[in-house]
């Protein structure tokens, strides 16, 4: 099989055309260098849930074990809801805020009346929205050093995969972006991220699920956050390879998706 | 040298049973100004947007500097301005800001952006509004500010879709004599308008649409000279009477068009036309004398009025 | 003899909720049975199985003490919906409030309207939710049909006060921080998921001040009787005065907005 063969295969076609995407994150930069107070306090609400796990669930709950290893429920948590922060982070930005540009202020339109194409658009966007997960994750990490819930220098690991599960989640969410109607369709997207987020063995580990484990593997905010707790226990496990194909791939479905329909949508 | 620099033939766009554009061919050539004139629905906006190579030909040939928009739409789109119908501003970045990101987009080093925003701001008169957020802005300033825009790449060809509609007539004037300005640089604008006076103001050429269609091709006054007279004598009449009073007025002038609201009659001296009316003891509630113009050409060509 | 004007007006809110009362249901019930389920059940057990909890929730089961509060706190959300982006809609969106202006209703009838429709709403959520707590047996006692009308309440107190603020607003620009730093951090710290005992010193009389807390304290009380809550009649007298407060404000806006 050529190269060119085998990569066709791998990454969508469309993406090929894809020239100069990172100016979508120009954009963006741009405009957040005004609005970055909405930045901040997007970090708001996974630093509440943080503390609130902190000063109120660490003291009932106690103690935690999981696959053998025994937690500060604190310790158990945080790592979960880094992964968590990661998925919120991107996900606005690559719903509500794609949504507003691709239907109310045209700013595709726009953009693609210059040499950029709908496939910078797509990967511009993804990209952007990564950025800003990445951000929260990163400053996540931070929190979680201050409050001593660190367990690993490993965490650090922990900032690239959460790069992964923002991919996987902007991608997805701006894919299911291009099918809404309108804004209220909005509420399908908290609809889908508040069950990912408390099934999928965050707040409780996955032996709590007997029999219905299996369930949980079909979220891909689980397969985040096994990569995520592993790396703060300091643990690599070859298991997480598997965890991470399944974010890599449901990041390029996502992405191929996409890519296709902003190109149906404003190439009419 | 002279190579057109658009060149369409038999194009048609059609969105499943709707036909926009039904087969049209013209040719575009450097350095002038070249319009599309018609009624909204006529097909104008359809075609800018095949000539933008963001809407796909549906059949016939296009081709741009030379080039097909099928697969060279980036190169031509990097050389190509466009002004689109409404304006479609970044809300959330000020006026400089919408500039240096639009010439991001061209892949125009970021020194440069900056460099070419002063200009441009200048050159549309926004300069002192830099740094302002572009929703308190005027209807003129914002159109003015798309205008600067779709130059910050320097292009060869400007495609602008209806550029005054919905301003004031100052605006309007400044404008076009933005435009003017840009002709006498060397720019190529193609422009689409339902408005005669921009036409007869802008346009070397034009070419009239309806439905799809391409009816009449030539520069202003040519068209007027061939499809109208050289004046037009207006009467208004009271209601329901019209008809009763053209089979009076049969034999003035060239020709007599019957209106819901108005009786035109078509002369090459509107005044001799009007004593000729009073002298076969008709006598109007309101009368007008004015020069032919593109109104009259299209309603020539297709019975129907440019604005519904 | 006619209807009671406020009446009328409630009736209009009621025809366009007829449209998306589906979307809004599933919304507004299904975020609090999820929370049920996942923190409840989930976190729940692992709460049971730690000796100290005991203690510090009474002697109750974790669901037990959630349950109840859940009702609370969605009748927050349902309140707190319905007076942001929905209200502002009728005055700098859709108008709707300048239309019925321009009848012979007074603004203090339109917000009396507003303030049953808004109770009307709030109940309907409110029993979707105690509809899933009868399920369970820790739950299903008859101190639900107490709690719904408490709930209800809480509801309004947060409604009113809201809507009296949101009619002032040119846009909705400020609504997402009412959210993320008014109702997310009550829902969280102000009593549904853990006794306000293990907040900080400091903490603790803000949760004394805001109407979740109270109004969770009812429901709680009412639902799970062998519960300390504390006296009824302070629950009930705070929630009574944010109510009343947020009607006056209401009027004194709505009057200001639609009749300048």
Known sequence: MSERTLALRIVPVELLTARRPQRMVERSVMFYRHAWMILVSGFFEPLLYLLSVQVGFAALVGEVTDNGVTYDYAEFVAPALMAAAAMNGAIFDATGNVYEKLRHSKLYDTVLATPMTAADIALGEIMGAVARGSL???????????????????????????????????????????????????????????????????????????????????????????IVRGCNLGVLEWSMLGNIAVLLALSLAGLRFTARRIGGLLLT | MSAPVIIASDLRKQFGDFVAVDGVDFEVRPGESFGFLGPNGAGKTSTMRMVGCVSPVTSGGLSIFGLDPERDGPEIRSRMGVVPQTDQLDAELTVSENLLIYGRYFDIPRAECRRRTVDLLEFVQ???????????????????????????????????????????????????????????????????????????????RLVVMDQGRIAAEGSPRELIDRYSTREVLELRFAVGENEAMAVKLHGIGERCELLPDRILIYARDGEDALSEVRRRGVDPGGSLVRRSSLEDVFLRLTGRALVD | MSTPTAVRVWENHLMRYRKIWGSHLLGAFVQPVLYLFGMGLGVGALVDRNTESIVLLDGVSYFAFLAPALLATTAMMSGGQSSLWELADGFIWSHRYEAMASTPLTPREIADGLALWQATRTALAVIAVAGVLALFDETRTWGLLVAIPAAVLTGLAFALPISAWSSTRKNGSSFPAVIRFALIPMFLFGGAFFPIDLLPGWLQPVAYVTPLWHGIELCRGAVIPSIDSGPVAVHLAVLLAYTSAGLLACWITFSRTLRP
């Not at chain 1, 972006?177 to 409780?204: C, H, K, Q």
């Not at chain 2, 076009?176 to 193609?190: E, F, M, N």
Request: a negative charge; charged letters at 15%; aromatic letters at 12%.
């Open chain 1, 136 to 226: 929260y994750s990163v400053a996540f990490v931070l929190t979680m050093w201050a409050l001593g819930l660190v367990g690993s220098p490993l965490v650090v690991l922990a900032v690239p995969a959460c790069v992964l599960i923002g991919f996987a989640f902007a991608s997805l969410g701006m894919a299911f972006t291009t099918y809404m109607r309108s804004w209220s369709d909005l509420e399908y997207i908290n609809a889908v991220t508040l069950p990912l987020l408390l099934f999928s063995a965050t707040f409780y580990p996955l032996s709590s699920y007997g029999g219905w484990s299996w369930i949980v593997y079909f979220s891909p905010l689980y397969h985040g956050v096994a």
């Open chain 2, 126 to 204: 926004l300069s002192e509004r830099a740094d302002d957020q572009v929703d308190p802005l005027s209807g003129g300033m914002k159109r003015r500010l798309t205008i600067a825009r779709s130059l910050i790449n320097e292009p060869d060809l400007l495609l602008l879709d209806e550029p005054t509609t919905g301003l004031d007539p100052q605006a309007r004037h400044v404008l076009w004599d933005r435009l003017y300005r840009l002709k006498q640089r060397g720019v190529t604008l193609v422009l689409t308008t339902h408005y005669m006076d921009e036409a007869e103001q802008l346009c070397d």
